[in-house]
Structure formats: C-alpha cells, structure tokens
C-alpha cells in the first residue's frame, strides 16, 4: 500500500511537473516574441538615430563653412541685379526676415518682373545663387506675354546669414 501511494504521489508529482513545464514553455516563449518585437522597434529607431546624426554632421559642417565666411550676409540682389543683368529692373520687391537660431537669421526676398528677357532672368537667378553665402532660389512662376523670349516672372529668393 506504501508502495502504491508513493508511485501515485510520484506520479502526481511528475504531471504537476510537466504542467508547471509547460506553462513556463508558453510564458517563455511568449516572452521571446514581445523581446523580439521591441528589439525590431529599436533597431528601426536606431537607423533613423543613425540618419538623424548623419543630417547634424553635414548640418555642423555647412554651419563650419558659413562661419568660416569673411561676409555673414549675401549682397544684396540690386547689387546681383545690376551686375548680372545690366538694364534689366523688377517692378515689385518684399523682404522679410525672421531669426532662426543664435546669431543666424532667415532673409527672404520676392521680386516680380513684367515683360522681362526671361534669359536675363535666368542669368540673374545663377548669379544670386553662386554668391557666398548664396541666396537661394525658393520658387519661381514664369507667364509668357505677348513678346517672344519675355514673360512675368516672380522669384522669391532665401538666404541663411550671420547677424
């Protein structure tokens, strides 16, 4: 009678084992899928970390550059105009200018032509953005008129610059 009741007991004892296996089986594995999900969800934040360290350096290397300038601020656009395109003029000019960070600050500059060479606009543009620092060429809208060669053109120029 011992004997049986030890072999049940032991037997018992067995299945509560294998149960407890079982179910730490499942918790474990379980486990492993939510590690694995987290770990895929990091490995996506540390490539866009990677990406975004990537933007800084080139961002710290521009801001070196335009540091490294003797002029802080791009000549003005009368003085591009004049030199660029002698006889051309604009109709209608707007500026504003808004600080970004520091000692830099964000210009930006509208100006309309009527009935204008629109190859003299053109070379006008080139030399704007081949200044240093550049003015930078944000949109431009060209509307042929009734010349050949000539429309309406409204460009709207920015540039970075030290205050």
Known sequence: M?????????WL???FMVGCGL??????????REVEARLDRLSGLSAALDGLQ?????????RAELDALEQG??????????????GL???????????????WGLRRREVVFNA??????MTFVKEAELCRPPW???????RASDIPGTGHVVLSFESLERR
Do not use: K
């Not at 179910?23 to 492993?32: D, S």
């Open 2 to 10: 011992n004997a049986s009741r030890s072999t049940r007991l032991l």
């Open 13 to 15: 004892l067995a299945i």
């Open 23 to 32: 179910v730490l089986g499942r918790r474990a594995e379980r486990h492993v």
């Open 54 to 62: 990537s933007a800084a350096a080139r961002m710290d290397l521009a």
């Open 73 to 86: 601020r791009a000549p003005g656009l009368n003085t591009v105009l004049a030199r660029s395109a002698p």
């Open 89 to 103: 003029q604009w109709e209608d000019s707007r500026e504003t200018y808004a600080e970004v960070s520091g000692n």
């Open 116 to 121: 204008a060479p629109v190859e003299s606009v």
């Open 136 to 142: 930078r060429l944000e949109s431009c809208m060209i």
